[in-house]
């Protein structure tokens, strides 16, 4: 079992993310609506996994099977659809850090709520202050299991997100 290791905000995450970005958009074209920074490392000052997770939206649903392929063929391993919610996820890795890419339609609900997350631990440092302290917490008493972790987030960005859709 891989340890689940946090670490502090790194601020070439946001560096990382606009070269995988220009890479991803290049290689997808027209298919491509929109490419967004999601996840703790988007977040600034956010400890996080050392992973860039980002989502690319494309055009229309039609748009999905010649974007997997293009991004296959881009060095990325994939994974399919893993949590059944319509966002085909890819990963590519590096020495210190690595990608998760995950693509989906213009329409996808998970998309929207990971923006809705982000955005408001942007707007409310207490609030991320608080997801940081979890994080840790969970990372230490996970002992490498990923199910243990995850799943003890899932109370926390669920009411984020219920917060964030208050705020609109």
């Not at 995988?20 to 920074?37: K, M, P, R, W």
């Not at 893993?82 to 693509?103: M, Q, S």
Request: aromatic content about 10%; hydrophobic content about 40%.
């Amino acid at each position: 079992m891989r340890a689940i290791k946090v670490v502090d905000y790194d601020p070439s995450w946001p560096l990382l993310f606009a070269e995988i970005s220009a890479e991803v958009a290049t290689s997808l074209g027209d298919l491509v609506l929109s490419v967004d920074h999601i996840g703790s490392t988007s977040v600034p000052g956010l400890a996080a996994k050392p992973k860039i997770d980002f989502d690319v939206v494309a055009t229309s649903d039609k748009a999905l099977p010649p974007a997997i392929e293009l991004i296959r063929a881009a060095e990325f391993i994939f994974h399919g659809d893993p949590h059944g919610d319509g966002r085909w996820v890819f990963t590519r890795n590096r020495e210190c850090y690595g990608f998760r890419l995950y693509l989906c339609g213009p329409d996808n609900r998970a998309h929207q709520e990971r923006l809705l997350f982000r955005d408001y631990l942007r707007d409310h440092p207490d609030r991320a202050n608080a997801y940081v302290d979890l994080k840790r917490r969970l990372a230490a008493e996970a002992d490498g299991h990923w199910d243990f972790y995850t799943g003890g987030k899932s109370a926390f960005v669920s009411e984020t997100v219920r917060l964030a859709m208050l705020r609109r």
